[in-house]
């Protein structure tokens, strides 16, 4: 579910950047619109991975 809510609020946000890069569409604008939503999606689908991947790598060296 919570995948789910995500993909859906994600869908929104592009939408709605999407509506704005079109009806205003200055070159500042559409820089911060692409800022955006590289950072949003970095956030919601690669961030946690990052993490958990940093922490299991953590949890092996500490083995040794």
Known sequence: MKTLLTVVAFAFLCGY???????????DLLGVIAATLLLACWDLFFHERVRKRAARLDSSSDDE
């Open 17 to 27: 950047l999407y509506v704005l890069g079109s009806k205003v569409p200055r070159l």
